[in-house]
């Protein structure tokens, strides 16, 4: 059974500091790995999808990477800023169709002024 | 604009009563989600659909139930059967169902209260 972690469960870093957030899996075998964001109370937000013959993808501050073999992504944020502050979730898709996705439980990020 | 709406964002009944939460989306995707999502925990699947008319329990069906009779809704019934109904629930859509890569997104989420 494919298990998702996500360590640290909270950070708290100072504005402009890059920072990293970790995910890590078990079971290689997957189709994808989605990263996502969420505000409390909210719903989820995509953030990045690599597909899994990816190694990373990049949208404006936000960098994943993907290494299956080692069974790990990282979402990689530049000079943070207070409006990143929010839940980061890492979700992995199964091997088997239907595109299912395992969520981790999230790193809870503050970007303080 | 295109998107997935759930209503209503906040539901509250009484123990022993069935509770249906709406999904509608409009991005004209085949495959929809259900999940939960408690504190704490990652969120956990439910149900999800492919195609219309076809759906498949997800990782914690029981107590739950689907239809699927339209491409842009996917309602989802929370029955008494249910031990622990109060939660967050949220749907998403997604396209290429069948194959690898179907980006997820996600609606606003319906909190749901068991009193």
């Known amino acids: 059974k494919q298990e998702v972690t996500q360590i640290p469960a909270a950070l708290s870093v100072p504005e402009g500091e890059n920072l990293v957030l970790n995910c890590s899996f078990t079971?290689?075998?997957?189709?994808?790995l989605q990263w996502f964001r969420q505000d409390p109370g909210k719903g989820l937000t995509s953030l990045l999808l690599i597909q899994s013959s990816q190694r990373e993808q990049t949208s404006g501050r936000l960098n994943a990477s993907l290494d299956k073999s080692s069974g790990r992504s990282t979402l990689y944020i530049a000079a943070s800023q207070p409006g990143d502050s929010a839940t980061y979730l890492c979700a992995v898709g199964r091997v088997g169709g239907g595109n299912k996705l395992t969520f981790g439980t999230g790193t809870q990020l503050k970007v303080e002024l | 604009d295109g998107g997935i709406t759930q209503s209503p964002k906040y539901l509250f009944r009484k123990e022993g009563q069935n509770v249906t939460l709406s999904c509608e989306q409009n991005l004209n995707h085949d495959a929809m989600y259900w999940y939960r999502q408690d504190p704490g925990q990652g969120l956990r699947l439910i149900y999800y659909?492919?195609?219309?008319?076809?759906?498949q329990k997800g990782d914690i069906a029981e107590g739950y139930s689907v239809s699927r009779e339209k491409k842009e809704s996917f309602p989802l019934t929370v029955t008494s059967a249910q031990k622990n109904p109060t939660a967050f629930y949220l749907c998403a859509s997604s396209t290429n169902p069948g194959l690898a890569g179907g980006e997820q997104y996600f609606g606003p989420g319906t909190r749901l209260t068991v009193t």
């Open positions: 659909s492919q195609i219309v008319n076809d759906f």
């Open positions: 079971d290689s075998a997957i189709y994808n």
